[in-house]
């Protein structure tokens, strides 16, 4: 079993930055691909970005590509989500989950939230125009 804890969200002006972490107990994350996902109100979860721990592998949607940069850091067992040049449609809770590494071949394949056995409970980020 893995445990996730999401932490890092608030509110933000447009253009303003923040950093959001998932930290996992349980189990070490090295064997796991780590991905953040995305959910605003009367939407789909939507997929953000995923890294591949033993590798440090990235893969992103394309509508953070260039904004958002997702990271590990294996002493704390902890993923990060950089947010840079937030935008109003930027605002959503925020989730990360953890998939068994090897559920499939190519990184871009772990872009469905179905992927994913373990989730968080989401932090709220909010862009004010």
């Known amino acids: 079993q893995v445990q996730l804890v999401e932490s890092g969200g608030g509110l933000v002006q447009a253009g303003g930055s923040l950093r959001l972490l998932c930290a996992a107990s349980?189990?070490?994350?090295?064997?796991?691909?780590t991905g953040w996902f995305r959910q605003a109100p009367g939407k789909e979860r939507e997929f953000v970005a995923t890294?591949?721990?033993?590798?440090?592998?990235?893969y992103y949607g394309d509508s953070v590509k260039g904004r958002f940069t997702i990271s590990r850091d294996n002493t704390e067992n902890t993923v990060y989500l950089q947010m840079n040049s937030l935008k109003p449609e930027d605002t959503a809770v925020y989730y990360c989950?953890?998939?068994?590494?090897?559920?499939?071949?190519?990184?871009?394949?772990?872009?469905?939230?179905?992927?994913?056995?373990?989730w968080g409970q989401g932090t709220q980020v909010t862009v004010s125009s």
């Open positions: 989950g953890a998939a068994p590494i090897g559920r499939y071949l190519r990184i871009s394949s772990y872009n469905r939230p179905s992927a994913y056995d373990y």
């Open positions: 890294i591949v721990w033993s590798t440090s592998n990235t």
């Open positions: 349980g189990r070490s994350l090295s064997s796991y691909v």
